[in-house]
């Protein structure tokens, strides 16, 4: 990585000056509407705020997307809005793009390609993609990784850093020394692209035999540490076909579940941003996944907890469940700390629990979940709080991005069989052992 764009001080200071002057303006909007009273375009104010976000690029706008994914979390003209920066964020021009082809593949990169487009194809958080045609005739796709990410990457850290700090100080139900640490060792992962490209290479490996799921080739000659060339996939978005045929939102809620199970139940491996930019579909319904910054690689013993927990719950083992939560790293829990926590788990498994065909949940709104995690979040804080393992936070967030997607697809699956037909020979020594061999074949490190 060039030195002018490793994280520095100064750059962290005009992150720091960029997101006060961005933001802090439609926070006060906001506020006025809320505590005073005041009249506020809900339609103009957020599509201010996607401006800023979209402009801002980082993390912050990765938050933006998350909220935009989860029914009934925002009012609808925020969602509208903020739906945009998944697919449609505001693009850096092309002096960038020529500056940063140049610094990755030399003065003479256009020599590289057939044709490579001018206007940016899509534009996200921290990269932006180019559609091209490789000198062999195949279409690609060239994310150029933003300038100085690696400083809005620490400065959106240190700001999330200080705000769980002030959260902490009057709310102790959940700790966040830990959520703190492994959104920051993921996101900085995400500022790698020779990292993504293996993750890419592992993905492919890990989905082979999923027809109903197709994962982008990299091409190393025309990648670097900030710029990631592949295979070009086309495809909808997934909220083209919400309106669909029920065979259609079905089938197509099956493959984005085998697209995020299949790695995790047969490696110890999951896709830890589920957002609704990171993947499309094609016309018979199989999906393509684009993305591959986030992932995460569990030890196989917490992928032995998540399927103890489910036997517990279902069986009702206190005794399982309890295993399950400490092979996870929960510790000093008690029975009614352990009631509070399977509160949560009944919820997320719920769908897996019963063998028949079903909506993800009966209600079509996000926020019975909403209602549930509160209420688990004032039980904690009368208790005491609790200490998350890190593992747990991308897990929990899967859990919860997928389960939007089947939510928006209104599918009727089933899901308990779906589920068994993914850990009905789950032995962890032989997790293990694929994980291994399929980790070392595609560069990615083991699980920390």
């Given at each position: 990585m060039a030195s002018n764009e490793n994280s520095s001080i100064t750059g962290r200071a005009r992150r720091y000056a960029r997101v006060g002057s961005a933001v802090g303006g439609l926070a006060v909007r906001f506020a006025g509407s809320k505590y005073l009273g005041l009249d506020l375009d809900k339609g103009k104010h957020a599509g201010d705020l996607k401006a800023a976000l979209g402009g801002l690029k980082g993390p912050l706008m990765k938050v933006a997307q998350i909220m935009a994914t989860i029914p009934d979390a925002l009012p609808p003209e925020y969602v509208e809005e903020l739906q945009q920066l998944q697919t449609n964020a505001p693009s850096m021009g092309w002096p960038f793009v020529r500056?940063?082809?140049?610094?990755?593949?030399?003065?003479?990169w256009r020599s590289k390609f057939k044709d490579f487009e001018r206007e940016a194809a899509h534009a996200a958080s921290l990269g932006q993609v180019h559609r091209a045609t490789g000198p062999d005739g195949r279409a690609l796709a060239c994310k150029l990784q933003y300038p100085d990410m690696a400083s809005a990457v620490e400065a959106d850290l240190k700001q999330l850093r200080l705000a769980f700090t002030i959260f902490e100080s009057y709310d102790k139900a959940i700790s966040t020394k830990q959520i703190h640490?492994?959104?920051?060792?993921?996101?900085?992962?995400?500022?790698?692209?020779?990292?993504?490209?293996?993750?890419?290479?592992?993905?492919?490996?890990?989905?082979?035999?999923e027809d109903g799921v197709h994962v982008p080739e990299a091409v190393a000659e025309l990648s670097s540490e900030r710029l990631l060339t592949m295979t070009w996939m086309d495809g909808q978005p997934?909220?083209?076909?919400?309106?669909?045929?029920?065979?259609?939102?079905?089938?197509?809620?099956?493959?984005?579940?085998?697209?995020?199970?299949?790695?995790?139940?047969?490696?110890?491996v999951i896709h830890g941003d589920p957002h609704l930019g990171n993947y499309s579909v094609r016309p018979d319904h199989t999906v393509n996944l684009l993305d591959f910054g986030c992932i995460r690689v569990f030890p196989p013993s917490f992928v032995t907890g998540?399927?103890?927990?489910?036997?517990?719950?279902?069986?009702?083992?206190?005794?399982?469940?309890?295993?399950?939560?400490?092979?996870w790293g929960f510790s000093g829990l008690n029975k009614e700390t352990i009631d509070v926590l399977n509160i949560w788990a009944n919820f997320v498994y719920a769908p897996l629990m019963e063998d028949k065909v079903q909506k993800i949940q009966e209600s079509e709104s996000g926020m019975?979940?909403?209602?549930?995690?509160?209420?688990?979040?004032?039980?904690?804080?009368?208790?005491?709080?609790?200490?998350?393992?890190?593992?747990?936070?991308?897990?929990?967030?899967a859990a919860i991005g997928l389960g939007s997607v089947f939510m928006h697809l209104r599918?009727?699956?089933?899901?308990?069989r779906m589920f068994h037909d993914l850990i009905g020979d789950f032995d962890q020594k032989t997790l293990a052992e694929r994980q291994h061999n399929a980790l070392e074949t595609a560069g990615v490190p083991e699980a920390a």
């Open positions: 500056r940063r082809m140049a610094s990755e593949l030399g003065p003479d640490a492994e959104l920051s060792a993921r996101l900085r992962e995400e500022l790698d692209y020779t990292r993504e490209a293996a993750h890419m290479a592992l993905y492919g490996n890990m989905l082979a035999g997934l909220m083209d076909f919400r309106e669909g045929e029920l065979e259609e939102r079905n089938a197509i809620a099956q493959n984005m579940f085998r697209a995020w199970y299949v790695p995790f139940y047969g490696y110890g998540v399927i103890d927990l489910y036997n517990g719950l279902c069986n009702d083992d206190p005794e399982l469940a309890l295993h399950a939560y400490e092979t019975y979940g909403a209602r549930i995690a509160n209420k688990v979040h004032q039980e904690l804080r009368r208790l005491g709080g609790v200490t998350p393992p890190r593992e747990f936070v991308l897990m929990d967030r599918a009727e699956v089933n899901w308990h």
